[in-house]
Every structure is written in C-alpha cells, then in structure tokens.
C-alpha cells in the first residue's frame, strides 16, 4: 500500500522521513489524510508521498511560512495577540491583535526575523491537546481562546471564522510547537497542520507583500486586526517569476485601466461596491448583453424581467433567508398604517433587495398550469441582485455589492435533465469561446457532510451529482471534486479559465436543483396524466457582468478585439484640409454599424495618433494627398506598425469582416 517506496526497504513501523529520504517531499497522505512527514506508518497503510511544489505541498509550504510570521511578529512586536494565518492563492496571510498598525520599517524587521527563524532551522512538532491544556498553555491569547471555546460546537471547523479551518477542525486540538536544535520550545500555536518538518525548509522564495485591515472572524462587530499578507514559492527563482506576474496584473488591474480608459467608477456619494458605467464602458457592456441576448435566442431561452424588490415571504420560502440571510441587505419596512393616534392599523410588511433571482422565476414557472410538452422551459434574465458584501472584501468589479447576473433557469423533465445540462456546458464553453477566452477547467462542487449546510434528501443529491460527474466527465476537460462547497440546494459545476498571464478566475456556474421545485410544489402534467416534479437548472454564464467585464479587461489589457471597442476606428488627418476625406469614410463606415469618428482636434498629428494609441483604439485610419488623390487609406496598428494605400472599399471591408469575425486587431497580420 506505499506509493514510491518498497516496503522491504524499510522496517515498519516507519516513519516518512525513512520511506521518503527526497528532500522534495514534505508531508504525506496516509489513508487519503495530510500528514506531517514525521507521521509513523505501518506496512497497511495507504500512503503517498506530498511533493513541495504539488497543489497540497505549496499549501503546507505556505502554511508554515504563516507560523515562521507569526512567530516572528510576537519577537518585534511581543505585545501582538495571534488571530490566524491560513494559507490562500498564491500566498498566506496571518492577522495579529496590535496597539499600532505595522508600519513599512515593521515589515523589514519582521522579514528579518522570519530570515532568523528560517535558518534556525525549528522543528515543527505536533501535540495532541485536551481543551483545558490548550487554554491553559494559550492564556495570553485572547483570540485563540475564542476558537478553542468553538471547538467541537455548532460554530466549529470553517464556520469558526474566515480561514479558522487551519486550526480548529471536527476532532482533537492540536498545538504545534517550534523546537529548535537543543529540545527548548521556541514558539507554539494552536493549528490542525501538517507543516513541512523544520522552518528551514521554508527556505527563500518567500516575500511579505502588504498590510491590510481585516475584522476578526470576518465580522464588522468584532474587532479589526492587522493582516500581513505574504508569499512563498519553493525556489527563489518561482518567487521571482511570482513577482513578475503580479508587476504585469497590476499593469492590468481593471480598477487602474477603467479609469484611463474612462469606463466606470465608483462615486463616494452612490455608496461602496455600487458602479456607474460610463459611455465607453456602457458601450463594451451593451454588446456584451446583446451578443449574449443574441445567442441566447438562437439557443431556445427566453427572456424575462423581475423587479429588483421583494416580500419576505418569498425568501423564507427559498430558504434564502434561512442559509444566506448574513449576505442580504438589511430589509425595508413598508405598508405600516396608523391612524391619528398613532396606533398601528395596518401592520408592515419587510421587502428585501433580492439577492438571487431564482425565486422569481419560479415564481414564472408557477403561474399556470405546464405540461411536459412545455419542457424543457428556459427563461433568461440580465437580473441586477444586492449582496451584502463586507467593505473590506470589496475590490473594483470584481466583488460589488450591486451586480447584474446574466441568469438562466431551465424547468426539465427528470429525462431531459443529464442531455440539458450537457447542451447548457457546450453553450456556456462557446459563448466564452466568443469573448476570446480558450482554456478551460471543471470542478465538480459536492454538498458538505453538515446537514444543516443543505436541503433536501440524500437520494436526490447522489442522484444530481452522478448526472453532473458524467456530463463534465464526457466534455474531456480537466474535472476537480470538490467537498462541501455544492449551494445549499444542489451540487454544481464551476468553470474557470485562464487568462492572458496565466491566472485562473471562476466563471460559469451550472446547478442541479430538485429541491427548490419540491420547496415551492412546482408541478408539470406528464405523458402519463399524472402530475410530476420538474428539475431546475441554474445558470450564470459570466457569473456576473460586472465581474466578467472586468476579467476580460484585464485578459486584453484594455486592448479589446475591435467588435468590442467603444472606438473601432478613428481617422487621423496628416493636415486639416484632409479631414473632409476622413469624415466622408467614417460616415460610411458608420453606415455598416461600425463606431468610427475623425479626430478633428487642434493637436499635431503625431499627438494624434499618441493619443489614440494610449486610448487603445485598434484601427486608426490616416490619410493625407497621397491617399486623397488615390482614394485610399492608410492603417496604423496599436502595436505601431502601419499599412498604406488600401483602396476604401477595401479598407471598409476589412473592418467590417474583423468586426464580424471578433477578431483581436492588434498587428498588420491580424486585418490582412
């Protein structure tokens, strides 16, 4: 049963320093749980060896980063309370209960001191704790004390506080001490593991990269810790080519490029995570929706519209408010009646902004009587939703807290379902495939273990998630299960996809739901004659609009394909007396829908052509005598190369068959 290893090289019981001497493995798996490597093991066992730069060993690399931070905080700072320090994407992070916020000279010092600690070379040893020896050995940490009273009740393991998981999971409590080389202790922390064996191998391709606020266990009623967000990489060359990437995505950044490219903002006067589009962002965004709304009736939906309000009722009727209520904004009271003496004569009634827009449209469903013959029934909605989002969880247009969710729920049969749901995936794959995005992976999300974290019955969720496994399974991309993560009415699929630079965003979502048609007694009259219970669909295709506006502006670096470009094509006269030729092009140009206009500003023609080129408009069209006298044009690219003396019926053809084709227009070659 050991991976990699002969069993009659080493006498068992055996420990994973003696199967696995490669200084590349860090951890085990035994019996399908991580384990540190000093886990002892017997010849029965199922174990596998963790490489450090394998998905779970840049985890438990980035983990115990954590701890060497944390230890090194309380040495400059010893006053510093822990909170926790979770590993994440691409990084860690630890918050601390502090006096004074850190200051940039802080963070070198802790750099140092993590630079100490590292070469020390500790050993992380693990513990076995009862409750009370755990209170008793962290007295002096007030936040430690919280989680260890969560342990074990209904606010344990993830639910405890944001990333608590690492040190308070279902079972036993665990202090993990660093021991350096003469046996003393020479820090402690309460954590579940594993960690690599020694901080040494924490090694250099590590960095801390910010500070940031963060309320404790997620909750603006508690208090606000510092977090110290850092990052680590095996080598350090990959903590090199990291920082790279992140010089190229803050380059990117969409909250950066909308604002020179003037295509949204957030107005302190509207409120936080709330957006206005501006003209050139509103013109991106208006044929996004068309493009979608387009494809979406070729593909047989049909497109609803439902207020942005609604009753209570309709909420606790779908649960929301049961499992989402902490995510909703607070309700409004409404229809209250008094009379002169100011008793109440009529009583209220609380509407909440809706948070989802599925209850609408079962409410669509259920307004008349359906047959199977209506089956499958596909309503699509651009359905604008409110979110509670925390303030500091808010970032550009990728986490607002008003958004519009390109929406689909389709009403099937339980025959039609595994064949829908496999036509929704190869839809959502083309209809990304359109704005330009080509590589794709699935991750199959299945319910938590904790009934209270779903509805329904359990022969259902089998049943949903098998369907789900085989349709992603027959699509032959990349499938990752995942636990626990399924919403609370059913399992579903993400898609995520990977941008320009290599980094992977979350998607398209597609969710099997028979338990909201049996909370709501959806019913459809069947071949039979006798009433059925149809299966929902739920479907974002972008996931929101928002959100996938700004995932494709960073892809393109604000470069759109020229079928999304506010400006497709701007003439830029050599002289003045040239511009009547331009503006004759550009109304013909305007004629075939393309969004074309003459610079006709006093500024210099290579200030022009600067200007255009900044704004990254894809075709610029110059003309001078020359092309005047031949009834020609000539092209400069954004990448600055230039095409001259194309005939303008030629010209016009080629823009307009770009246009069509949604070409990304960057180069010559890209327009020939």
Request: charged share 30%; with cysteine; aromatic share 8%.
């Amino acid at each position: 049963m050991i991976n990699d290893v002969s069993p009659s090289a080493v006498s068992f019981p055996a420990d994973g320093f003696a199967l696995f001497p490669d200084r590349s493995v860090i951890a085990l798996r035994v019996n399908g749980e991580l384990k540190d490597l000093a886990t002892v093991v017997t010849e029965t066992d199922a174990v596998e060896p963790v490489l450090v730069d394998s998905p779970d060993g840049l985890s438990i690399l980035r983990h115990s980063s954590a701890h060497v931070l944390a230890q090194a905080v309380q040495r400059v700072r010893p006053q510093a309370n822990l909170g926790i320090g979770p590993p994440i994407v691409d990084g860690f992070y630890y918050d601390f209960g502090v006096d004074e916020p850190f200051t940039p000279d802080d963070l070198k010092a802790i750099a140092k001191e993590m630079e100490r600690i590292v070469r020390e070379g500790q050993r992380f040893v693990r513990r076995v704790v009862t409750e009370d020896e755990a209170r008793r050995e962290l007295a002096g940490e007030p936040f430690k004390l919280e989680l260890i009273d969560l342990a074990g009740g209904p606010g344990s393991g993830a639910n405890a506080a944001e990333g608590a998981s690492v040190e308070i999971g279902a079972g036993e409590l665990t202090i993990y001490d660093n021991v350096r080389r003469d046996g003393e202790v020479a820090w402690k922390d309460l954590c579940r593991g594993p960690h690599v064996p020694s901080t040494r191998m924490v090694g250099n391709g590590w960095a801390l990269t910010r500070v940031a606020g963060a309320y404790w266990r997620g909750s603006e009623k508690n208090p606000q810790l510092q977090r110290i967000y850092g990052t680590a990489w095996p080598t350090k060359d990959e903590l090199r080519a990291y920082q790279q990437r992140l010089e190229e995505a803050a380059k990117r950044d969409h909250r950066k490029l909308g604002k020179e490219l003037d295509l949204f903002s957030f107005p302190e006067e509207i409120g936080s995570g709330l957006s206005v589009w501006h003209p050139k962002g509103g013109i991106i965004r208006q044929e996004m929706e068309q493009h979608a709304l387009k494809r979406h009736r070729e593909g047989g939906y049909t497109y609803v519209y439902t207020p942005h309000i609604t009753k209570r009722d309709l909420f606790i009727e779908s649960n929301h408010l049961v499992t989402y209520k902490e995510g909703m904004f607070p309700p409004i009271h409404l229809d209250e009646e008094r009379n002169e003496a100011g008793e109440v004569t009529k009583q209220g009634v609380d509407y909440y902004l809706k948070p989802m827009n599925c209850p609408m449209h079962i409410l669509i469903y259920r307004e008349r009587a359906r047959s199977y013959r209506d089956l499958p029934m596909r309503l699509y909605e651009n359905g604008t939703v409110y979110r509670y989002e925390l303030s500091g969880a808010l970032h550009g247009l990728t986490r607002v807290r008003g958004f519009t969710q390109d929406d689909s729920h389709l009403f099937v049969t339980p025959d039609q379902l595994e064949d829908e749901a496999t036509r929704v995936l190869e839809f959502v794959l083309s209809m990304l495939r359109d704005f330009g995005l080509t590589e794709f992976e699935l991750e199959l999300s299945m319910r938590d273990d904790e009934k209270e974290k779903w509805i329904g019955d359990e022969e259902h969720w089998t049943m949903a998630t098998d369907a789900l496994r085989r349709v992603a399974q027959a699509s032959g991309l990349k499938l990752t299960e995942v636990a626990g993560e399924a919403a609370f009415y059913g399992p579903k699929i993400d898609l995520k996809t990977k941008d320009a630079i290599g980094r992977t965003w979350q998607l398209a979502t597609v969710q099997l739901d028979f338990n909201l048609p049996e909370r709501f007694e959806l019913e459809y009259m069947g071949p039979d004659g006798e009433k059925h219970r149809p299966v929902m669909i739920h479907r974002a295709l972008f996931g929101s609009i928002e959100r996938f506006f700004a995932i494709l502006l960073e892809h393109y670096a604000g470069a759109f394909p020229v079928w999304l470009s506010p400006v497709q094509v701007v003439g830029i006269p050599v002289a003045d007396e040239y511009a009547d030729y331009l503006d004759g092009i550009v109304e013909r140009l305007r004629a075939e829908g393309v969004r074309a206009e003459v610079d006709h500003s006093a500024d210099r023609m290579q200030k022009k052509i600067r200007t255009h080129t900044t704004q990254k408009v894809p075709l610029q069209l110059i003309a001078g005598e020359q092309d005047r006298s031949a009834g020609t044009v000539s092209f400069r690219f954004r990448d600055g190369s230039q095409t001259n003396g194309i005939p303008v019926d030629d010209a016009i053809a080629r823009i307009v068959a770009a246009i069509a084709d949604k070409r990304l227009v960057d180069t010559a070659d890209d327009l020939a």
